[in-house]
């Protein structure tokens, strides 16, 4: 009996040292920590590596309900438009295994690309020198202009009939800034001092001659109010209107603020440059135009 239970107290023992050696294993391989702090590698020549080396996934924020641009197929839950094909185009020649797209709103995008959970934006991001100033931007793929989209029954045919209107205008965006530039240019807000930037704009207690805005988090919403009749008209740029545009809405006369589309990513991102040199070369040898007339935009 004694000789019985001082085999069992050995196999034991092993069992429990065999155990042990399979977790220390385990743990070494499921993480990529010690392999960089035992190189000690600069953290931006790393980042440099991981934009230029092949494999991994290049996350992408894009728009979902702008046809042409980015639209979520409710179906097929499949990416469609020109900025889809050219986050995947982007990502093919930088040697990246595959490309993860997330849905953003004018509101969101910049915070996800600033946490890092996005590389980079295609969302008809307009470029301008204050957003300049916190991200860099590729060489614009796309110009478009700013305009409102109105119910005809209404009788709104130019921006003289947005006097005393309430307009729906997406949160985080410029355009509301756009229309009230434009139409003081018009004379149509009497003596209203326009601020400088649209970063000095406020645009939740602007009332002037009656004309105010409501900001919404994304475009259906403001599409679904003006069916409703709780604001009267829709503006931002005019490829983004065209998707809900029907028999029974048109667009006002007017178009102003020509807005230019870049690729944006975090300033100073490795991968700036690399998106910059592709977009240049693809407006060069007509990718780009092709795209464009593919789905429609030109």
Same mark, same amino acid.
């Given at each position: 009996m004694k000789l019985r239970n001082l085999f069992a107290a050995f196999a034991a023992g092993a069992m429990i040292l065999s155990f042990a050696g399979c977790s220390g294993s385990t743990s070494s391989t499921g993480s990529s920590e010690p392999s960089s702090a035992a190189g000690n590698t600069d953290s931006s020549s790393a980042a440099e590596d991981s934009t230029s080396a092949a494999g991994?996934? $290049? *996350? &992408?924020? &894009? @728009?979902?309900?702008?046809?042409?641009f980015g639209y979520k197929d409710p179906l097929t839950g499949e990416y469609e438009g020109m900025e889809i094909e050219l986050a995947k185009k982007i990502a093919e020649s930088l040697g990246y295994d595959d490309v993860e797209f997330t849905t953003v709103t004018a509101a969101t995008r910049t915070e996800l690309l600033d946490s890092g959970d996005l590389d980079c934006v295609l969302a008809t991001f307009t470029i301008t020198e204050e957003r300049k100033k916190s991200w860099d931007f590729s060489t614009p793929y796309y110009t478009d202009a700013v305009t &409102? $989209? &109105?119910? *005809?029954?209404?009788?709104?045919?130019?921006?003289s009939g947005l006097v005393g209107k309430k307009v729906g205008v997406? +949160?985080?965006? #410029?355009?509301?800034y756009a229309l009230v530039k434009a139409m003081t240019e018009k004379g149509l807000l009497g003596? =209203?001092? $326009? %601020?400088?930037?649209?970063?000095d704009f406020d645009i939740s207690s602007f009332n002037v001659e009656g004309t105010t805005f409501e900001q919404?988090?994304? =475009? %259906? !919403?403001?599409s679904n109010?003006? #069916?409703?009749g +709780?604001?009267?008209?829709?503006?931002?740029? @005019?490829?983004? $209107? !065209? +998707?809900y545009k029907s028999d029974d809405r048109d667009y006002i006369t007017? +178009?102003?603020? %020509?807005?230019? =589309?870049?690729?944006? #990513?975090? @300033?100073?991102?490795p991968l700036s440059s690399k998106i910059d040199d592709l977009v240049k070369g693809w407006l060069e040898d007509g990718t780009i135009s092709s795209l464009i007339s593919e789905f429609g935009l030109d």
């Open positions: 991994g996934i $290049l *996350k &992408v924020g &894009v @728009k979902d309900a702008v046809i042409g &409102v $989209l &109105v119910e *005809k029954s209404d009788g709104i045919t130019d921006l997406s +949160t985080g965006s #410029t355009s509301a003596d =209203y001092a $326009l %601020p400088e930037t649209s970063a919404f988090g994304d =475009y %259906p !919403a403001i109010a003006m #069916t409703a +709780t604001v009267d008209a829709f503006c931002v740029d @005019k490829s983004i $209107l !065209a +998707t007017d +178009t102003f603020s %020509p807005q230019e =589309y870049g690729v944006a #990513t975090k @300033k100073d991102s």
